[in-house]
């Protein structure tokens, strides 16, 4: 069992820096990849990046690449999700997931912590 609770959202500008954490824990929680998603407002959710819990290697999704950083504390089991340069369009409620097999179907999900970006 896998137990994941992510903290950080808010409100932040246009422009700006938001980090999201999801701390992780259960006995087996380095045989998992961590999987960040969002669910934006009257959408459906979507893969936002993925980080190896062992290596630390590193999946963004287009809309993630080059302003999105996923990094992981193995001391803290805690994965983090830096956001810069936000956009209004990044307003979604945010997910960590522990994925053991394949992104598209995660085996844990966190409940969730809502962003907002205002213009």
């Known amino acids: 069992q896998v137990h994941l609770v992510e903290s950080g959202g808010g409100l932040a500008q246009a422009g700006g820096t938001l980090t999201l954490s999801c701390a992780a824990s259960g006995r087996t929680i380095s045989s998992y990849d961590m999987g960040w998603f969002r669910q934006p407002p009257g959408k459906e959710r979507e893969f936002v990046g993925r980080i190896t819990w062992n290596w630390g290697i590193t999946t963004y999704a287009p809309s993630a690449k080059d302003r999105f950083i996923i990094s992981r504390s193995k001391a803290k089991n805690t994965v983090y999700l830096i956001m810069n340069s936000l956009k209004p369009e990044d307003t979604a409620v945010y997910y960590c997931?522990?994925?053991?097999?394949?992104?598209?179907?995660?085996?844990?999900w966190g409940q969730g912590t809502q962003v907002i970006v205002s213009s």
């Open positions: 997931a522990a994925v053991l097999a394949s992104i598209a179907t995660p085996d844990y």
